[in-house]
């Protein structure tokens, strides 16, 4: 037995400061780093005593430097990679030791400046139609709530004719079309403006001659602020002298952002109500996906603003007719119709989703 053996219940109740240790300090005899900086002089005194700022630069020196002079007494300019970057074109994968910077950057080919304004239609979209769609479209799930279990979309054939093995499914009940799956709308998928193509197919620029496009673009671009784009045509038309790839007949333009807002301000505030005995856009426009077409007639392009101020510049017979898609994220033609609604576009008809 150990000497503090009985007194060990009384150890073990005292305060840990008062009770003994069993373990011995011993002296210790580490150096540390920190125990010889305390014993050298000032940190200060390394550093140089004469500083750059403090001292004047000789007359001579200042005269000497001229850049202008020095790249004007080259013989040959530098090689642009010299001076200026440029981004590569593709995106080769993020195993390439080169890649394109994101669009935000402004050395990117696709960076865009802006934006400048905020458009009308934005701000109404943000602070008012977002929010009366999400109402519009919201679907309550109370806690414990359990949705009746769908039927299979393709159904199977019940096997009462031995030709009915290893044959494919069957078409859903009702009709033959398979209609797209729409998923509930929240907060992060409600139905906006994507972009908008301009397109205007001008048939007497293969027979009349390339004025007839000229202006086209020339229009096209001045409603829409954006440069416009010519294609040749694809396939042959007899009856008006076309050959596929022989020539241009025909604009187009891509819009979105602040042009596309813009844009779609000017139609919905200038342009339509001056349409006369226009009922507005069919109800069976759409392609199934969330992106509704129209046309323009050649009366309403010269309605917009910028040709309505200048009518003059134009020859009147050579103002072209246009075709406009609006492209929303919606996913079916009935939220499509239910955002473009809300912004303003008026539609008739028999609605068909």
């Given amino acids: 037995m150990s000497l503090w053996e009985p007194y060990r219940p009384l150890v073990r109740a005292l305060p840990r400061v008062l009770a003994p240790s069993a373990y011995i300090q011993r002296p210790l005899l580490r150096r540390n780093a920190s125990d010889e ?18 001292g004047s630069v000789p007359e001579s020196v200042v005269t000497s430097y001229d850049p202008v002079a020095r790249s004007r ?19 080769r994968g993020p195993l390439h030791p080169h890649r394109p910077p994101p669009p935000s950057d402004p050395s990117s080919r696709l960076f865009v400046p802006g934006p400048f304004t905020l458009p009308r239609v934005q701000q109404t979209y943000d602070s008012t139609i977002a929010q009366d769609i999400l109402t519009l479209c919201y679907v309550h799930r109370p806690p414990g709530f359990e949705p009746p279990p769908r039927a299979p979309r393709l159904r199977s054939w019940d096997g009462s004719s031995p030709y009915h093995k290893n044959r494919p499914l069957r078409g859903p009940r009702g009709g033959d079309v398979l209609r797209l799956l729409r998923k509930p709308i929240t907060f992060n ?41 010519t294609f040749k045509s694809r396939s042959s038309v ?17 819009l979105r952002g602040e042009n596309m807002y813009h844009f779609i301000g000017k139609l919905v505030d200038v342009v339509m109500p001056k349409m006369k005995e226009w009922k507005g856009i069919k109800g069976s426009s759409g392609d199934s996906s969330g992106n ?4 323009l007639t050649p009366e309403a392009v010269a309605l917009f603003p910028e040709i309505e ?20 994220s919606a996913a079916t033609d009935k939220d499509a119709r239910l955002l473009l609604s809300a912004v303003g576009i008026p539609f008739h008809g028999k609605l068909v989703d």
């Fill in 37 to 54: 900086t305390s014993s050298t002089p000032d940190p200060l005194s390394e550093l140089e005593p004469v500083s750059s700022f403090g």
């Fill in 73 to 91: 007494s080259r013989k040959s300019e530098l090689p642009p990679s010299r001076y200026q970057f440029r981004s590569p074109k593709y995106d």
């Fill in 189 to 229: 998928n409600i139905p906006k403006l994507e972009r908008i193509t301009i397109h205007s197919y001008v048939k007497q620029a293969a027979t009349d001659g390339s004025q007839w496009l000229h202006v086209a673009g020339m229009a096209i671009q001045a409603i829409s602020n954006v440069r416009v784009e």
């Fill in 238 to 254: 007899s009856t008006w002298g076309i050959a596929p790839g022989r020539d241009s007949v025909a604009v187009k333009v891509e």
């Fill in 292 to 295: 509704i077409t129209f046309g």
């Fill in 309 to 328: 101020v200048n009518y003059d510049m134009y020859p009147s017979k050579m103002i072209p007719g246009c075709h406009i898609t609006l492209h929303t």
